[in-house]
């Protein structure tokens, strides 16, 4: 699940080749929690990309200086465009404030709220179906 942020290109440091990657993109490479009973593109394409399709590993993309990841960040980067917003809401987390950071005026750390971000959207995965089991 690499972001949608076009600055992203799995093919070239993953060594893939056509018809190797099934890419599903998303802002941020958000992956909401998953809830069977609720329509959503992202979890319907995750279910058919491992029960149909038989996606052995789904890979969690995350990149530096991630538009989605400074929204979480900074939400007045995100203000004026409520679904981004709403987007943003999914992602399961809010970045939490790095007091020592805070205080020399640096912010937040970008590259641990991007790994805590990627470690968020894993956990939401594991939720997905996987090919073996049934739907009840
Ligand atoms: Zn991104």
């Known amino acids: ?29 958000i992956a909401p929690p998953y809830q069977g009973h609720a329509a959503c593109g992202v979890a319907g394409s995750l279910e058919l990309a ?19 990841v400074q929204g979480l960040l900074r939400e007045q980067n995100v203000q004026t465009m409520p679904p981004v917003r709403r987007w943003l809401s999914e992602a399961g987390h809010r970045t939490r404030s790095d007091e020592r950071r805070q205080t020399q005026g640096l912010g937040e750390d970008p590259v641990a709220a991007t790994r805590r971000h990627v470690l968020a959207q ?15």
Do not use: K, W
């Open 1 to 29: 699940m690499p972001c949608s942020d076009s600055r992203v290109v799995p093919t070239p440091f993953t060594g893939a080749r056509p018809g190797d990657l099934l890419e599903l993109r998303t802002a941020g490479d």
């Open 50 to 68: 491992v029960r149909a399709q038989q996606v052995p590993d789904i890979v969690v993309c995350g990149h530096s200086h991630c538009g989605a």
């Open 122 to 136: 894993h956990d939401h995965l594991r939720d997905v179906p996987s090919r073996t089991e049934r739907t009840p």
